[in-house]
């Protein structure tokens, strides 16, 4: 029997927040045939072996592939070989490293249904227990955060609680294996599925709880690698993503439109490494004020943007 749904995730070394990524499968109360693609990307441990109990438990609710990459790391690469295994007209593309309810899936068809919707995307909540730092709450408001229903742009488009119709990605070639370093293979795919006229749909409603413990200084780390990789990278493959996190705040100083010269003058001195260390200690101790995590996630993406472009006019 065909599956309504696929669950798909890559997983390399899933430990225990992989444990209970799995036992929030079990619990799903779905009544139609779904399917789980885990993708091992290169675990040193194999899936199958250190999940053996829990995938035994799954094998009863629901149909389960396990497909193994010993050429690890390549995230693209990993979500590619799920959907192209996989069966169902839907897949709800999720993280290795999430807890969530037993009306996750079930609800991601319903709503999917409701709205007819290409894609539906719900909450990522990283501010989810009592000892939750003022930077994972801040973080919970980003992006959509806690916008009401409704439609939700391209470059919001993020893996890990969103369902998309199965044959969409095949449509639009996957996504990017270039982007092999830490981020950017979803916003490159959102821009493509856009120009494809896809419908995206954001709602709250559909929750799950990430299990990192997302800090000020991990997320900048991300956003640098980001900037000098996958933003820099779908910049050049795509002209039309132009501006993109703030990015034309690092082009020349008198490049058009010119009335952002003194905005990519203020840009170059608020980057200068003194100054950004200098916030990034401030904003790890005291966690506030917000603004300045907005500085710097954006801060740390476009100078590792200035170093891409550099790298790649050598």
Known sequence: MIPDISVQVPVKNGGDAFRRFLSSLISQDIQTPW?????????????????????????????????????????????????????????????????????????????????????????????????????????????MGNSSPGAFPWNYFITGNLSITSHLLREVGGFDTAIDCYGGEDTEIGYRLREKGVSFFWTPELWVNHLDDVTVVKHSEKMLEYGETGLCYTLKKHPGTRGLLGSMWVEPVFSKPVHLCCMRLFTRLALLGPVYRTVLRYAEKHGRPSFLFTYLAVGACLTGLRRGNRQNDL
Do not use: Y
């Not at 069966?87 to 290795?96: H, K, T, W, Y």
């Not at 899936?105 to 990522?124: N, Q, S």
């Open 35 to 143: 399917e789980l693609v885990i993708v091992d990307d290169g675990s040193d441990i194999p899936v199958q072996e250190e999940f053996m109990q829990l995938l035994g438990e799954l094998s009863d609710r629901c149909a389960v592939k396990l497909i193994r990459r010993e050429q690890r790391g390549n995230r693209p690469a990993a979500r590619n070989a799920a959907f192209e295994a996989s069966e169902a007209r839907v897949g709800l593309l999720m993280d290795a490293d999430l807890e969530f309810d037993s009306s996750l899936l079930r609800r991601h068809m319903e709503i999917r249904d409701e709205t007819g919707a290409d894609v539906v995307m719900g909450k990522r909540i990283n501010a989810w227990s009592s000892s939750a730092t003022s930077w994972q709450k801040w973080f919970d408001t980003r992006a």
